[in-house]
């Protein structure tokens, strides 16, 4: 026990005297200009470093958009879609159609009332029921919208427009 | 007394510091004057060289220049910092140094041990064994016992717990006597061949 004790004193002086050594050991002397030029050469490196990231982010940016151009042509290219004028023309085409006119009431039905519920119905007309047109015997259609009553009875009628152009053009 | 001149030192360092995170040369050349020799001294201790303790300095200030906003004082003083900063350049620079003397025969495979740089020869055979302990129980026997930087700044700088610093001061302490005593009873016998040659010459 004494010995460990002994041990421990000893190493403890040793390391004293050690360190008393080591607080005698010169760093090698100081060269302040070699010291002043590292710092500046620090210094132009660490402004180059925020000038060369925004260098390097334009020229991924340009990059980048070239890239969607070129995306954008091929896409156009390999997808066949039309110009502008073209679309301008597929979307009239898509459009809903557009009614010749209001709801016609029937003559034989209820009168319309403002507060009653009523639904549309779109059907499909044989032109043969219709006499009052010209060669409606050879089997055309009109397209037109019914408006039915909660009881199922219909109050009026009205025929769409494109469909009476494709009446007109029908033989 | 002591702790008030020390606190004093720690603020200048820290202002000294800050400026050189601003850019402010002098403040850099003032703190590399302050705090060379801890570093140099720290990096000696280590590995018994000077040019390593050189190389480590060159690298541990290139590190404050770029690093210096980095430095937080509520962790600790300046000085603790750059033994941080010094122990991690420590240690990169000893593992490329052992994988590069890997082949090399055990005697030589650290450093040029030679040196002579203490008269006494107890004092050279302490350092000597003392850069032969284990890397973690070196390092905190440097800076405890060495550079004197308390528990709790020992802990700070090696990224420890208290009780793991106080642990590896015990181990290395009984690990550096087991060593210098077997040094004392290999060197015994040739001293006295020496004398018995001696008498009979």
């Known amino acids: 026990m004494s010995d460990a004790r002994s041990d421990h004193d000893r190493l403890s002086a040793d390391l004293a005297q050690l360190r008393g050594a080591l607080r005698a050991v010169d760093a090698p002397p100081l060269d302040e200009a070699a010291l002043r030029a590292a710092v500046r050469e620090a210094r132009r490196r660490a402004l180059a470093g925020p000038r060369a990231r925004r260098a390097h982010r334009a020229r991924w940016a340009a990059a980048a958009a070239v890239l969607v151009v070129v995306a954008g042509a091929v896409a156009v290219v390999l997808l066949g879609r039309a110009p502008s004028g073209d679309r301008e023309q597929a979307a009239a085409t898509a459009a809903p159609p557009v009614y010749v006119a209001a709801f016609q009431p029937l003559a034989s039905s209820p009168r319309l009332l403002p507060a009653a519920s009523y639904s549309v119905v779109r059907v499909r007309i044989p032109l043969s029921s219709l006499a009052l047109v010209p060669g409606s015997e050879q089997g055309g259609t009109v397209e037109a919208e019914l408006l039915v009553g909660e009881d199922g009875l219909a109050r009026g009628i009205r025929f769409l427009q494109t469909d009476t152009m494709l009446v007109s053009a029908q033989p | ?201």
């Open chain 2, 1 to 201: 007394m002591l702790k008030t001149e020390s606190r004093n030192e720690d603020g200048v360092d820290a202002r000294l510091l800050a400026d050189v995170a601003a850019g402010v040369e002098d403040a850099f050349v003032e703190l590399y004057r302050r705090r060379q020799r801890d570093v140099y001294r720290f990096a000696f201790a280590m590995a018994r060289s000077r040019s390593f303790a050189q190389d480590v300095m060159q690298e541990v200030f290139i590190n404050v220049l770029e690093n210096a906003s980095r430095f937080d004082a509520n962790k600790g003083s300046v000085r603790a910092w750059l033994f941080g900063c010094a122990r991690h350049v420590v240690l990169n620079r000893l593992r490329l140094e052992r994988r590069w003397t890997d082949d090399m025969p055990a005697a030589t495979a650290e450093f040029d041990h030679d040196e002579r740089l203490f008269t006494d020869q107890r004092i050279e055979r302490l350092h000597a064994a003392l850069a032969r302990l284990p890397v973690e129980y070196r390092e905190a026997l440097v800076l405890a016992e060495l550079e004197e930087l308390s528990y709790a700044e020992t802990a700070a700088v090696l990224g420890c717990p208290i009780g793991t610093v106080r642990s590896r001061l015990h181990r290395g302490r009984a690990l550096l006597t087991a060593m210098l005593d077997e040094q004392n009873a290999a060197a015994a016998p040739v001293e006295t061949s020496l004398q018995t040659r001696e008498v009979c010459s």
